[in-house]
């Protein structure tokens, strides 16, 4: 019989809050982070897209000096949004057994600003200016590793990375290490911080991106006929994740259970999505199966919806293909809406919100929806819903063609 | 302009507490920097790349390991401005 995973502290940094209790209920209120970038690199390179949804409070507020300059941005996300959720689990450091601690936390791509910052300078000042920490600082497993040594994690640290499915990848693996035995508790999640002039002109040049710069707040419109793309999010979400025996032993409370987990991939397209979302249905159906629950269970939907015109309808195929007309009865949360998309952070802070949703039983709003495109046949979420207690189930897909799906139960 | 060696300390210390969070009062003459203040070789070099900016000196690598204590780096750094 496996071990029966649950969630037992939360925390997140995000454009619409500075922590879970804030970032949860700009959620419910329905807020946009999106703002205009004040940066000069935006005017200077004549950026077709002049906004984004940075954190709401920077991590510089929040962290030593010395964290700020060792850390890519990123890692600083992830520091702050685990430290949260290691407090918020009323773990002790000294009592845990360290070996028995592990970490999976996610970046979709890494440590961008440092290697770039690094590549001027050099440009700039030469080689001896090029300071040591700058590869340990921009590694994509860098994350990972620093919360393996902030928090005495020594079982394993890994770093899925999946692009937008990253952050539940990392849930995946998590369940996994629990599952097996090779961990009591995994700290896992995933952070990006890839707001940069490079990331912003190539994601635009693919047309990915919402042009809507005089109006961000209106930009990500998840399901909305007047979409035209995503809005780029940073910041970072972390899930305490435990067996349940070793969590009751220790009295923790329990927010909800980890149920099961899905992947997939497409072997489609590099970018886009298969148009009959053939590979979210297997994750989808996969995780039913690793869940041990069925489509009539399904009380609430984080879907990964990021507001691009072609990258919405196919999950609601898959949802349908999935769990049939019961999908009818399901409300479903498009909350990038409200954070933007925060790529690798993205599966780590909807899962933050999964979870909130059941244990609150009260669904997150989805913002810009005005018009419905009527290939979405879904029930979207745009004003306060009352959930029930049963399972619920967050998506995230990304570049290259994965699929993440993560379900959880209520307690 | 050459800076004096208070100079040179304050400015050392501000450096080493923006690389480890140390206060800058803890950065004093006679402080080694790696058994006193528990720097490793990589905030080490970090630190000696930031004085040959902030200093306008160079101090070659096979220095480095001389430098054993704060006011090691004061005096090397007060002789390479002279």
Redesign the interface.
């Known amino acids: 019989m496996a071990k029966t995973v649950v969630v037992t502290g939360l925390g997140a940094t995000t454009p619409i809050g500075g922590d879970v209790a804030s970032s949860w209920a700009a959620a419910l209120a329905g807020t946009s982070g999106a703002r205009t970038l004040t940066e000069d690199w935006v005017e200077k390179y004549s950026l077709p897209v002049t906004f984004a949804a940075r954190a709401l409070v920077p991590a510089a507020e929040v962290l ?4 700020i ?2 850390n890519d941005p990123s890692v600083q996300f992830a520091l702050v949004a685990s430290r949260e959720a290691f407090k918020d689990a009323g773990l002790d450091e000294a009592e845990i057994d360290h070996d028995r601690l592990g970490v999976s936390f996610a970046t979709g791509i890494g440590g961008l600003n440092t290697l770039l910052d690094a590549w001027d300078v050099l440009r700039e000042k030469g080689p ?2 090029v ?3 700058t590869v ?1 600082m921009l590694m994509p497993n860098a994350p990972s590793g620093a919360l393996s040594l902030e928090f005495g994690a020594r079982a394993a640290a890994r770093t899925p990375v999946s692009a937008c499915a990253s952050g539940t990848e990392a849930l995946a693996i998590a369940q996994e290490m629990i599952r097996s035995g090779k961990a009591d508790i995994v700290i896992a999640g995933g952070c990006e911080a890839a707001i940069h002039p490079i990331t912003m002109a190539s994601f635009a040049s693919m047309q990915a991106l919402s042009r809507r710069n005089d109006d961000p707040a209106h930009a990500s419109r998840p399901y909305d006929l007047d979409r035209d793309g995503f809005v780029m999010g940073e910041g970072a979400g972390a899930l305490i994740l435990e067996s349940e025996e070793h969590a009751k032993a220790r009295g923790a409370k329990i927010y909800a259970e980890l149920a099961g987990t899905g992947l997939s991939a497409d072997a489609f397209h590099i970018t886009a999505p298969d148009a009959e979302g053939l590979g979210a249905t297997r994750a989808l159906r996969e995780t039913m199966v690793d869940g041990n629950f069925e489509a009539s269970d399904v009380v609430h939907v984080n879907a990964h919806a990021t507001s691009t015109p072609v990258g919405d309808i196919p999950e609601g195929v898959a949802l349908r293909a999935a769990f049939g007309s019961h999908m009818d009865n399901v409300p479903v949360s498009a909350t990038k809406s409200q954070t933007g998309h925060l790529l690798g952070g993205a599966g780590a802070i909807e899962a933050v919100f999964t979870v909130l949703a059941l244990h609150e039983r009260t669904a997150p709003l989805t913002i810009n929806l005005e018009r419905q495109d009527p290939a979405v046949e879904l029930d979207v979420v745009t004003s306060t819903r009352a959930i029930g207690p049963g399972v619920a189930v967050s998506n995230s897909f990304g570049f290259g063609g994965h699929n993440a799906v993560a379900a959880f139960r209520s307690v | 302009m050459a800076a004096t060696n208070e100079e040179i300390l304050a400015g050392l210390a501000e450096i080493v507490n923006e690389e480890t969070d140390l206060p800058v009062e803890d950065v004093q003459l006679d402080k080694s920097f790696t058994e006193d203040l528990d720097i490793d070789s990589i905030s080490m070099m970090t630190i000696v790349v930031e004085a040959e900016t902030k200093f306008s000196v160079t101090i070659p690598d096979d220095q480095v390991k001389n430098l054993k204590t704060v006011g090691d780096a004061v005096s090397y750094i007060a002789k390479a401005q002279a």
């Open positions: 030593s000096k010395a964290e300059k060792r001896r200016r300071l040591p920490m340990p």
